[in-house]
């Protein structure tokens, strides 16, 4: 039977006759297969193939590793019961997976988990509460846009199967991070809100028509029995919206009122609820009133469609991190003690084992270099293109790539404790970290929603027990449809998304609107080198000829035949600008760190850096002009040098200026890099930056800017590279090119796909106008609302004037945040210069308007 692991070897036509889940044999012509780890896998009948796709479904699928025999030898239970399969995930083998040391003696444990049933931020506040308050986890902390958590505890106090069951105890769902798992989570979650969104879409289509009808008619004695048909009718296409599409909003609501608390989908159930019973009522009693199930209807869609996109924003974030898992290959060469090559699972690598890596290949695991010399892409952890030359007792990374020679690379770190999955949890870590004014609104959340609810009890009890009795429901619906935030809500969305069309002209893509609430108020820019402040790719500056070429022959195309057989970005500098030719090296071989030797039209050819030189220590002649950093590369034939050639990474057009503009402004500029630091203060020099630090790791980046939030800047931080993921999650405002790695982009705030720099000063002045819409637009709401609540609960307004205002409202808000709208110029009246919509150029500081 095919249980858990390939390295059992081919199935047997015996074991391919056995269910997967049970063991029992497959009777002839059953057909129930399930997908388990990539595999297809028989079971004998519909109830072991819907048992086994629930346990792989729930991220569950250890139990099939870890059980000793199927359910048929053993006489086990066909269904492990949830207390079992959550002690699962304390086995070791387990969370080897997924589980790191954590704390200063490495005697606490680290994970990330994905909870399943967060639907706003009380979810969040409500379990960060309830498992902190655990003895034993030290800390627990969600990001309510991955829907990700990252959980330290101490296992000698608490298990970790204690802590997911405790989440369980509370309505919610946690299991270890799996991307496979949580993207069939994603699109179940998806499919449903769909469905949700289009009851309520076609509903409030048709309610809405007949609303006007009844608003036009509403004094029309001779037609009552037309209205009240239409009255019913409304009622009929309200109903599935109410008993369908809202049934989030219930469950959310219901489960804090279960745990005493007050979250934002309590007012909101109540509204919808209150709204609908209330309208059902007076058309129950056919008393003529003005129904509101127009109100219910655009309540539940407008909800219903913001929850979706927070979904969909959720789900490219969480693509974002998958994709680290996916830099590891599924399968790994493993060397057996007489030097056979075995393909296993990299989850069954333990240290000490060896495995063998072709060129071309992904690194699986960290690593020594025990056989072999080649260079290897380390990419993933500097930014930088050049790959780095390995031998015997270096040290490698799994998910860099193995580039020339192949290579046995002894293990030395699995699973969770790689160094790619430290810089996992440098992400989770600084994606989880919640700003200040986060942490108060969530705190005052409970609050908020008691004083909402708190007043509309007292007034309707005030107008039954002392005023009117028949009309405290209708003053209580009116100050619920009121108080609806509604403006408040579409103050910052609509502004934001009005600016964001105004900067996608210029290429600059906004993926997080916070980050426009934000950009007006950094006064410190990082950023990193390549890819951000050059182009990203090396390419050929000059060329000197130092013996003449033979007769019609180019020396750049001797130079090309030999790099044409390596993959290292200075040699694509050297073949992209060759020009087609019957050059061909032969006999080419790679000299890792060093070059290439090969042979042309019977010559013995090399190329390189100075060590190809017959004579090493040769010194380099001055660089162009403007490139002090170039590379020099050397072409030697029959060991003598006859060309140079000088290849660099160019600064992009217009950086120099952007850096001085940015300067003018005030704000403080920083370079960081993992190149040397000597190169680095090199190349801040030429580009005009006073500060510059190298040789900083993932983790020495994230620390700087840390360091300097501290210190109370506001730090925007611009990369590109995978290295650059962590610190642009844990700036307040981050920025990626659009050549970048699409990692780095969906970790970003911004994405320049122009790649052009100088948008950037203009990016600042766009969000400084965008922040004044908003306050303009949030004073309104607030306004609003403190006029409306008052006058609703003296009963001078009625249901439908206060849905009316409200829509007024909100339609005010939208227009003035349309005042941000692409196609125009940006102005402000006095004291802002305008931000061109146009391929404008960067002003001159000196002519920039004071900061607001």
């Given at each position: 039977?095919?249980?858990?692991?390939d390295s059992?070897?081919p199935?047997?036509?015996?074991?391919?006759?056995?269910?997967?889940?049970?063991?029992?044999?497959?009777?002839?012509?059953?057909?129930?297969?399930?997908?388990?780890?990539?595999?297809?896998?028989?079971?004998?009948?519909?109830?072991?193939?819907?048992?086994?796709?629930?346990?792989?479904?729930?991220?569950?699928?250890?139990?099939?590793?870890?059980?000793?025999?199927?359910?048929?030898?053993?006489?086990?239970?066909?269904?492990?019961d949830?207390?079992?399969?959550?002690?699962?995930?304390?086995?070791?083998?387990?969370?080897?997976?997924?589980?790191?040391?954590?704390?200063?003696?490495?005697?606490?444990?680290?994970?990330?988990?994905?909870?399943?049933?967060?639907?706003?931020?009380?979810?969040?506040?409500?379990?960060?509460?309830?498992?902190?308050?655990?003895p034993?986890?030290?800390?627990?902390?969600?990001?309510?846009?991955?829907?990700?958590?990252?959980?330290?505890w101490?296992?000698?106090?608490?298990?970790?199967?204690?802590?997911?069951?405790?989440?369980?105890?509370?309505?919610?769902?946690?299991?270890?991070?799996?991307?496979?798992?949580?993207?069939?989570?994603?699109?179940?979650?998806?499919?449903?809100?769909?469905?949700?969104?289009a009851?309520?879409?076609?509903?409030?289509?048709?309610?809405?028509?007949?609303?006007?009808?009844?608003?036009?008619?509403?004094?029309?004695?001779?037609?009552?029995?037309?209205?009240?048909?239409?009255?019913?009718?409304?009622?009929?296409?309200?109903?599935?919206?109410?008993?369908?599409?809202?049934?989030?909003?219930?469950?959310?609501?219901?489960?804090?009122?279960?745990?005493?608390?007050?979250?934002?989908?309590?007012?909101?159930?109540?509204?919808?609820?209150?709204?609908?019973?209330?309208?059902?009522?007076?058309?129950?009693?056919?008393?003529?009133?003005?129904?509101?199930?127009?109100?219910?209807?655009?309540?539940?869609?407008?909800?219903?469609?913001?929850?979706?996109l927070?979904?969909?924003?959720?789900?490219?974030?969480?693509?974002?991190?998958?994709?680290?898992?996916?830099?590891?290959?599924?399968?790994?060469?493993?060397?057996?003690?007489?030097?056979?090559?075995?393909?296993?699972?990299?989850?069954?690598?333990?240290?000490?084992?060896?495995?063998?890596?072709?060129?071309?290949?992904?690194?699986?695991?960290?690593?020594?270099?025990?056989?072999?010399?080649?260079?290897?892409n380390?990419?993933?952890?500097t930014?930088?293109?050049?790959?780095?030359?390995?031998?015997?007792g270096?040290?490698?990374?799994?998910?860099?790539?193995?580039?020339?020679?192949?290579?046995?690379?002894?293990?030395?770190?699995?699973?969770?404790?790689?160094?790619?999955?430290?810089?996992?949890?440098?992400?989770d870590?600084?994606?989880?970290?919640?700003?200040?004014?986060?942490?108060?609104?969530?705190?005052?959340?409970?609050?908020?929603?008691?004083?909402?609810?708190?007043?509309?009890?007292?007034?309707?009890?005030?107008w039954?027990?002392?005023?009117?009795?028949?009309?405290?429901?209708?003053?209580?619906?009116?100050?619920?449809?009121?108080?609806?935030?509604?403006?408040?809500?579409?103050?910052?969305?609509?502004?934001?998304?009005?600016?964001?069309?105004?900067?996608?002209?210029?290429?600059l893509?906004?993926?997080?609107?916070?980050?426009?609430?934000?950009?007006?108020?950094?006064?410190?820019?990082?950023?990193?080198?390549?890819?951000?402040?050059?182009?990203?790719?090396?390419?050929?500056?000059?060329?000197?000829?130092?013996?003449?070429?033979?007769?019609?022959?180019?020396?750049?195309?001797?130079?090309?035949?030999?790099?044409?057989?390596?993959?290292h970005?200075?040699?694509r500098?050297?073949?992209?600008?060759a020009?087609?030719?019957?050059?061909?090296?032969?006999?080419?071989?790679?000299?890792?760190?060093?070059?290439?030797?090969?042979?042309?039209?019977?010559?013995?050819?090399?190329?390189?850096?100075?060590?190809?030189?017959?004579?090493?220590?040769?010194?380099?002649?001055?660089p162009?002009?403007g490139y002090?950093?170039?590379?020099p590369?050397?072409l030697?034939?029959?060991?003598?040098?006859?060309?140079?050639?000088?290849?660099?990474?160019?600064?992009?057009?217009?950086?120099?200026?952007?850096?001085?503009?940015?300067?003018?402004?005030?704000?403080?500029?920083?370079?960081?890099?993992?190149?040397?630091?000597?190169?680095?203060?090199?190349?801040?020099?030429?580009?005009?930056?006073?500060?510059?630090?190298?040789?900083?790791?993932?983790?020495?980046?994230?620390?700087?800017?840390?360091?300097?939030?501290a210190?109370?800047?506001?730090?925007?931080?611009a990369?590109?590279?995978?290295?650059?993921?962590?610190?642009?999650?844990?700036?307040?405002?981050?920025?990626?090119?659009?050549?970048?790695?699409?990692?780095?982009?969906?970790?970003a705030?911004?994405?320049?796909?122009?790649?052009?720099?100088?948008?950037?000063?203009?990016?600042?002045?766009?969000?400084?106008?965008?922040?004044?819409?908003?306050?303009?637009?949030?004073?309104?709401?607030?306004?609003?609302?403190?006029?409306?609540?008052?006058?609703?609960?003296?009963?001078?307004?009625?249901?439908?004037?206060?849905?009316?205002?409200?829509?007024?409202?909100?339609?005010?808000?939208?227009?003035?945040?349309?005042?941000?709208?692409?196609?125009?110029?940006?102005?402000?009246?006095?004291?802002?210069?305008?931000?061109?919509?146009?391929?404008?150029?960067?002003?001159?500081?000196?002519?920039?308007?004071?900061p607001?």
């Amino acid at each position: 039977m095919a249980l858990a692991s390939d390295s059992q070897g081919p199935a047997t036509p015996e074991a391919e006759a056995r269910c997967f889940h049970c063991g029992l044999e497959v009777p002839a012509g059953a057909c129930y297969p399930v997908t388990f780890e990539g595999r297809v896998e028989p079971t004998c009948c519909p109830g072991c193939q819907a048992v086994a796709s629930a346990i792989i479904e729930r991220g569950l699928g250890a139990y099939y590793h870890h059980r000793d025999a199927p359910p048929a030898e053993t006489g086990s239970p066909l269904i492990p019961d949830e207390l079992r399969e959550l002690e699962l995930f304390d086995h070791p083998g387990v969370q080897q997976q997924f589980v790191a040391a954590a704390g200063a003696e490495g005697d606490r444990r680290e994970a990330a988990l994905m909870l399943e049933g967060i639907t706003c931020a009380a979810c969040v506040w409500l379990n960060e509460r309830h498992v902190q308050a655990l003895p034993g986890v030290e800390s627990f902390r969600v990001n309510y846009s991955t829907h990700r958590a990252q959980v330290v505890w101490d296992p000698a106090r608490i298990a970790l199967s204690d802590i997911l069951k405790a989440i369980r105890d509370i309505g919610y769902h946690a299991h270890p991070y799996d991307p496979g798992t949580r993207e069939q989570a994603i699109a179940r979650e998806r499919g449903l809100a769909l469905r949700r969104i289009a009851v309520a879409a076609l509903g409030m289509m048709q309610v809405m028509m007949l609303a006007v009808a009844l608003w036009l008619g509403a004094e029309d004695t001779e037609h009552e029995d037309l209205l009240q048909f239409m009255r019913w009718v409304a009622a009929a296409l309200t109903t599935p919206v109410v008993l369908y599409s809202a049934i989030p909003f219930y469950q959310s609501a219901w489960r804090d009122l279960r745990h005493r608390q007050l979250g934002m989908d309590v007012p909101v159930s109540l509204a919808i609820i209150v709204t609908y019973l209330a309208s059902l009522y007076a058309v129950i009693l056919g008393t003529g009133e003005h129904v509101y199930f127009e109100s219910v209807v655009m309540f539940v869609f407008f909800l219903l469609t913001s929850r979706y996109l927070e979904l969909i924003a959720r789900q490219h974030a969480s693509h974002a991190i998958d994709r680290l898992d996916r830099l590891v290959p599924a399968i790994a060469n493993r060397l057996d003690a007489a030097g056979r090559v075995e393909a296993i699972p990299v989850g069954e690598l333990v240290p000490g084992d060896r495995v063998r890596v072709r060129p071309g290949e992904t690194i699986p695991t960290d690593g020594v270099v025990c056989e072999g010399e080649s260079t290897v892409n380390r990419a993933l952890l500097t930014g930088e293109p050049e790959p780095h030359a390995v031998r015997v007792g270096d040290p490698v990374t799994g998910g860099t790539v193995n580039v020339d020679g192949p290579l046995a690379i002894e293990v030395q770190r699995v699973g969770a404790e790689t160094t790619l999955a430290a810089i996992q949890r440098l992400l989770d870590r600084a994606q989880t970290e919640k700003p200040r004014m986060a942490r108060i609104a969530e705190a005052g959340t409970g609050w908020f929603v008691g004083a909402v609810l708190i007043l509309t009890a007292l007034a309707g009890l005030v107008w039954y027990a002392w005023i009117d009795p028949t009309r405290a429901l209708w003053v209580m619906v009116a100050m619920l449809v009121a108080t609806c935030p509604c403006a408040l809500a579409l103050a910052t969305p609509v502004a934001l998304t009005a600016t964001t069309g105004a900067l996608s002209r210029l290429g600059l893509l906004v993926t997080r609107g916070s980050a426009l609430e934000t950009l007006p108020r950094v006064d410190m820019v990082c950023l990193d080198k390549t890819g951000t402040l050059t182009v990203g790719m090396p390419r050929l500056l000059a060329q000197s000829e130092l013996q003449p070429a033979p007769e019609g022959a180019d020396w750049l195309d001797w130079a090309a035949a030999l790099e044409a057989h390596s993959e290292h970005p200075l040699a694509r500098a050297l073949v992209a600008p060759a020009k087609a030719s019957s050059v061909v090296a032969s006999e080419v071989r790679n000299l890792p760190g060093r070059g290439l030797v090969g042979h042309i039209e019977g010559h013995r050819v090399a190329i390189g850096g100075a060590s190809m030189l017959p004579q090493p220590g040769t010194p380099n002649p001055e660089p162009p002009l403007g490139y002090p950093l170039a590379t020099p590369v050397w072409l030697v034939v029959d060991d003598q040098p006859v060309a140079l050639f000088w290849l660099a990474d160019t600064p992009r057009p217009g950086a120099r200026n952007v850096i001085a503009d940015l300067q003018g402004r005030g704000l403080r500029v920083v370079l960081l890099t993992g190149d040397r630091p000597q190169a680095a203060q090199a190349f801040a020099a030429e580009m005009g930056i006073a500060e510059a630090e190298g040789g900083l790791t993932p983790e020495g980046k994230l620390a700087y800017v840390h360091a300097r939030q501290a210190e109370g800047r506001v730090v925007l931080m611009a990369g590109e590279g995978i290295n650059d993921a962590p610190v642009l999650a844990g700036a307040d405002v981050s920025l990626a090119m659009g050549g970048g790695t699409q990692l780095a982009q969906n970790q970003a705030d911004l994405v320049l796909l122009s790649d052009r720099l100088e948008h950037l000063p203009q990016a600042l002045d766009q969000a400084r106008h965008t922040r004044r819409v908003i306050r303009q637009n949030i004073a309104w709401a607030i306004g609003y609302n403190l006029v409306a609540l008052p006058v609703a609960a003296a009963g001078l307004l009625t249901p439908w004037l206060a849905a009316l205002g409200m829509s007024l409202s909100s339609l005010l808000v939208v227009g003035n945040a349309l005042r941000l709208r692409p196609g125009r110029d940006v102005m402000d009246t006095g004291d802002e210069a305008s931000v061109h919509s146009g391929e404008g150029s960067v002003r001159d500081p000196a002519s920039r308007p004071p900061p607001v």
